[in-house]
């Protein structure tokens, strides 16, 4: 006969979903016909099931998302944003991931795009894939106070930009960048092209990109790798910011 004992020791060997799988089938006398290959495989699915949940939460913490909790569920496809839900739905099957695309957010401010990338960033995380989620500004921020450092963590960093699965950076190009900043973006760039996925957003056409940057020729190495092959979704208004500030107001107000 299983003890509390016995059933303490699921979590000691850290097979907890196991045991408490287990539990509920001694507890549910639906299970007594079952085959004990059958208990079998609905104890092996538990676990693995709980550890695979284990798994995207951690890729989830770990990407940085600034709202972890966005997701393609959540996606509100209101008249006027140009928004296909089944475009959106075969971006969240991620094989645009698996086959190291690049795919273009573009849209006007408070449009949403910020929003979505982090949504398709976290169902990269539900396919099990690598994700780090940064602002544009804040990435060269990093890089270059790690270069300052002359620990090495530069070199940490920049390797970590590079070999990421998917890499999504947000407010592209918002402001002009530096020659040491381009560089650095030239360098990640290339190393991610045809081997990594990359995701980015911006309120800006890619023509636009070009003049945000310092030097012609590196200007035109960066867009190269980035605007030539990629995927692009245009989002319009209206203002979604707006739009879920009023939303609430008149929930709050019944």
Not at 17 to 41: C, H, I, Q, S
Not at 60 to 76: L, M, Q, S, W
């Amino acid at each position: 006969m299983l003890t509390e004992e016995h059933f303490g020791l699921f979590k000691k060997f850290r097979v907890r979903a196991m045991g408490e799988k287990l539990r509920e089938m001694v507890d549910d006398p639906a299970y007594d016909d079952m085959t004990f290959e059958d208990k079998m495989v609905e104890l092996l699915d538990a676990e693995a099931a709980a550890r695979k949940e284990r798994k995207i939460a951690k890729l989830n913490r770990e990407a940085g998302f600034k709202i972890p909790t966005a997701c393609v569920e959540d996606v509100v496809y209101l008249p006027g944003r140009k928004l296909s839900r089944d475009r959106v739905a075969r971006y969240a099957g991620c094989k645009w991931v698996e086959d190291n695309e690049v795919l273009v957010i573009i849209s006007k401010t408070g449009c949403g795009k910020s929003y979505l990338c982090q949504a398709l960033g976290n169902s990269a995380c539900r396919h099990l894939h690598r994700v780090s989620y940064t602002r544009m500004a804040d990435m060269f921020m990093e890089l270059n106070r790690a270069r300052a450092c002359a620990d090495g963590s530069y070199f940490e960093k920049m390797d970590e930009l590079k070999t990421v699965k998917l890499l999504i950076v947000d407010d592209f190009m918002t402001t002009p960048i530096s020659t040491q900043d381009a560089v650095d973006l030239f360098e990640i760039m290339e190393a991610r092209e045809g081997r990594q996925a990359t995701l980015i957003a911006s309120q800006l056409e890619p023509e636009e990109w070009y003049l945000r940057i310092e030097g012609e020729l590196m200007a035109d190495s960066i867009l190269n790798r980035i605007a030539t092959a990629s995927r692009y979704m245009d989002i319009e208004g209206p203002n979604m910011r707006e739009y879920f500030a009023k939303r609430k107001k008149d929930e709050e107000s019944g």
